[in-house]
C-alpha cells in the first residue's frame, strides 16, 4: 500500500494536512467530557441519560465504519474525508435548534451525525499515518498525531466549559428549590448558551473542507494495496483468519471505553466528590494533557528504546494501577488519579493498531474499517459505568476498567501473537 504522487495545488504536506484533521477529531471529541456534565443539567438527567452523549457519538463508529470503507472506494480517500468535515458541520448545526428547544434526543442526533462524520474521516486518515513509514515506527508516527489531537481536546473542554458551565452551581442549587414554571426559563437559557459555540464549530468545519478538497493531499493506490498478499503463512481468503486482528479490535473497542471513562466521567466524579463545577470543569484538560505527556514518551522511546507491544504493557499495568488508586483515595486526589489515566491510556491506541492490522496484505483496508467500528466500545462502556454510578456510586464504578486493563494486558503479551508465531 503506497501514496500516490498526485499533484497538488496547495504546498501543505500530507502529513500536515492529516495532522490538521486530527486536531479536528480531538477538539470535536472531546467536546464530548463537558456536555455530559452540562446536557445533565440542562436537561434534568441521571448519570445513565447524562452518558448518552458519548453513546450517541461513538455508536455512529459501529454503523458507518464499513459503510465508510465502500464510500472511499467510490469518491476516493480526499473527497470521502470532505464529505465527512460537511457531516460534522450538519450535526454541529443540529445543536442550535436542540438548544433552543432543549430536546435532548435532538442533541443526541446531532451528536450521532457529528460521530458519522468523523468515523468516515478516522477509516480514511488512520491508514494514512500507518503507511507513511516504517510499521515498526506507526506508533511514533500516531503519537505525533495524538499530540495534535490532545493539544485540541485540552482547549475544547476548557472554552467550551467556560461558555456553558460558567456560573452552574448557582444554577444546579436554584432549580432544587423552584417550580417547574420557575425553573424551565432558567434551563433554557443555560441550553442557549451553546449556539454560538456550535455555530462557530460548523463555519470551521465547512471552511475546512474547502481547504481540504483544494489540497495536495493525494489517495492512496489501491491497485497496489490490491496486489499485495499477506506476508506470513498460507494464503488466507477472509479477513476473519487473522486473530491477531480480532483481538485487536476487541482491545480497541474495550480501550476506546476506558479512554472516554477516563476524560467524560471526570468532570461528574469532581461534583460527586463535592468539588464545585466551577473547578472541576476543568478536570477533563488534565486527563487530556496527561495523554499529551504519554504521546511525547511515545515518540521518544518507541521504537529506539522499547517496542510497541512493551509500551502497551506497561501502560495496561499503569491502567490498573492509577484506577486501583482512584478507587481508594478521596477527594482531589482521587480525581488527579483518573486523570493519571490518560497518561496510561496515551499509548495504547498508537500501540494497538499497528499491532492489529500488520501482516493483513490485501485485508489492510477491511482490517482498518473494523478497527474503526470497533470505536464505538466508547459508546457502550461509559454507559455501563454510567448505570453502575446510579446504582452504586460514581467512585466504585470505576472497578469496571480493571478487567478491561486486564485484557488490554493480555494483548500486549500474548494477544498480538496468535495466528502470527511464525514471524517470530
Given amino acids: 500500500m503506497s501514496i500516490s504522487n498526485a499533484e497538488g495545488k496547495s504546498r501543505f504536506s500530507p502529513i500536515v494536512i492529516i495532522g490538521i484533521l486530527f486536531f479536528v477529531f480531538g477538539f470535536i471529541t472531546w467536546l464530548s467530557a463537558v456536555l455530559v456534565p452540562y446536557l445533565k443539567i440542562a436537561c434534568e438527567l441521571s448519570n445513565f441519560q447524562s452518558y448518552l452523549v458519548a453513546f450517541a457519538f461513538y ?7 464499513v459503510p465508510s470503507g465502500w464510500l472511499l472506494s467510490y469518491t476516493g480517500y480526499k473527497k470521502g474525508m470532505v464529505a465527512g468535515l460537511v457531516a460534522m458541520a450538519i450535526g454541529s448545526l443540529l445543536f442550535v435548534p436542540a438548544a433552543m428547544t432543549r430536546t435532548y434526543p435532538l442533541f443526541l442526533t446531532g451528536l450521532f451525525i457529528q460521530g458519522a462524520g468523523m468515523a468516515l474521516l478516522q477509516t480514511a486518515s488512520n491508514p494514512y499515518v500507518t503507511i507513511l513509514g516504517p510499521i515498526e515506527s506507526a506508533a511514533k508516527r500516531i503519537s505525533i498525531m495524538g499530540i495534535c489531537n490532545g493539544v485540541a ?8 466549559g467556560f461558555v456553558t458551565l460558567d456560573g452552574a452551581d448557582e444554577v444546579m442549587e436554584k432549580v432544587k428549590t423552584m417550580t417547574i414554571a420557575e425553573k424551565t426559563p432558567v434551563l433554557d437559557m443555560l441550553a442557549s448558551r451553546v449556539i454560538w459555540p456550535y455555530l462557530l464549530i460548523m463555519v470551521a468545519l465547512l471552511l475546512l473542507s474547502l481547504f481540504l478538497y483544494y489540497s495536495n493531499l493525494p489517495d492512496i493506490d489501491h491497485e ?10 498460507p494464503e488466507k481468503t477472509s479477513v476473519f483468519q487473522f486473530p491477531h486482528l480480532l483481538l485487536g479490535v476487541l482491545a480497541i473497542f474495550l ?11 471526570i468532570i461528574s466524579y469532581g461534583v460527586y466528590l463535592n468539588i464545585p463545577i466551577a473547578t ?8 487530556i494533557f496527561a495523554m499529551l505527556v504519554g504521546y511525547v514518551i511515545g515518540i521518544i522511546i518507541i521504537p529506539k528504546y522499547l517496542s510497541q507491544n512493551r509500551v502497551l504493557t506497561i501502560s495496561s499495568i499503569l491502567g490498573v494501577l492509577f484506577a486501583l488508586a482512584a478507587i481508594f483515595t478521596t477527594g482531589f486526589v482521587s480525581v488527579m488519579f483518573i486523570a493519571f489515566l490518560g497518561l496510561a491510556n496515551s499509548l495504547m491506541w498508537p500501540s494497538i493498531w499497528p499491532l492489529a492490522i500488520t501482516k493483513l496484505g490485501r485485508f489492510t ?11 464505538s466500545g466508547a459508546a457502550i462502556v461509559p454507559l455501563l459505568y454510567g448505570y453502575l454510578a446510579d446504582i452504586v456510586s460514581a ?12 485484557y488490554i494486558f493480555f494483548y500486549a503479551t500474548i494477544g498480538h501473537l496468535i495466528g502470527r508465531q511464525k514471524e517470530k
Wanted: glycine share 8%.
Fill in 224 to 233: 497496489e494495496e490490491n496486489a499485495v498478499e499477506p506476508t506470513e503463512g
Fill in 255 to 265: 480501550y476506546t471505553g476506558v479512554a472516554v471513562i477516563a476524560g467524560n466521567t
Fill in 59 to 65: 455508536i455512529a463508529y459501529f454503523f458507518m465504519s
Fill in 280 to 287: 472541576a470543569k476543568f478536570f477533563s484538560s488534565f486527563t
Fill in 365 to 375: 483496508k477491511t482490517g482498518s474499517s473494523m478497527m474503526v467500528m470497533a470505536i
Fill in 153 to 160: 481536546g485540552v482547549m475544547a473542554p476548557a472554552i467550551l
Fill in 395 to 406: 467512585r466504585l464504578a470505576y472497578w469496571i476498567v480493571i478487567p478491561i486493563y486486564g
